[in-house]
């Protein structure tokens, strides 16, 4: 099993971006060699400290914490290294066709780039420490659900989706199918008897989601409240 030490009496030297001086600009260079190094040593499920990232990068400790002020940062980093924000969910009128060609897509083009032996190391990780799980949610997954949330906005105020529902916990609830079938069944969703339980879910869902005729003014909580 994968092992992840937070290496926490690590002295938090500050993000050099705001305190290196003109003339010496960051190498982005190097700052993708000890992001791989680190994704290396994750996928050969080896336990993840400043020494072992070391030597495998061969990028010097002080290096690293010039970088990222812990740790547990450069974790963050490397978890989602070569991952983006999703394109905007395209706004044609139906939504739930939008939200499964999104949410599908999101998934295949994800697994391309991101192989699954990595998402599965990345769970462990992140569930065996709470407090990363959660800076994990809040600085990499949020930022990448906003299209979907947007998108839901623009459902609700065209009238397609109820006026008073709360989209955190639909896209929770929507979203925890898929993950349902990865983590619980330990399926691809994108297989064919995953993708029919996927669909079936959706669409029990997503009756409870519909607007009813005559419904009320369809406005639509804030992003992130």
């Known amino acids: 099993m994968s092992q992840l030490v937070t290496d926490r009496t690590a002295p938090a030297v500050g993000v050099i971006d705001s305190a290196r001086g003109p003339g010496r600009p960051r190498d982005e260079d190097l700052d993708d060699r000890i992001l791989e190094a680190a994704l290396g040593i994750v996928d050969a499920d080896e336990p993840l400290t400043v020494s072992t ?8 400790r002080a290096a690293i914490y010039r ?16 991952r983006t924000i999703p394109p905007e969910v395209p706004d044609e009128g139906d939504f739930r066709r939008e939200f ?5 897509r999101g998934y295949t083009e994800s ?45 609700i105020a065209r009238g397609e989706l109820r006026s008073e529902l709360e ?11 898929l993950y349902y079938q990865i983590i619980v ?7 064919p008897e995953a993708l029919a339980r996927i669909e079936a879910a959706v669409d029990i869902v997503w009756r409870g989601l519909l ?5 009320a003014d369809g406005s639509s909580p804030e992003f992130g409240a």
């Open 185 to 191: 069944r330990g399926e691809r969703p994108n297989d």
């Open 167 to 177: 989209i955190w916990p639909a896209m929770d609830l929507l979203i925890g199918v």
């Open 53 to 60: 990232l070391v030597a495998a990068s061969g990028v010097s």
């Open 67 to 82: 970088r990222w002020p812990s740790l547990t940062d450069l974790v963050l980093a490397a978890l989602d290294h070569g």
């Open 111 to 155: 697994t391309e780039a991101y192989p699954d032996r990595r998402f599965r190391a990345r769970i462990r990780i992140l569930i065996a420490d709470p407090e990363m799980q959660r800076r994990y949610w809040r600085e990499r997954v949020v930022p990448r659900r906003a299209p979907l949330y947007r998108a839901f906005e623009r459902a």
């Open 211 to 215: 607007a009813k005729p005559g419904g």
């Open 100 to 104: 499964m060609d999104h949410f599908l």
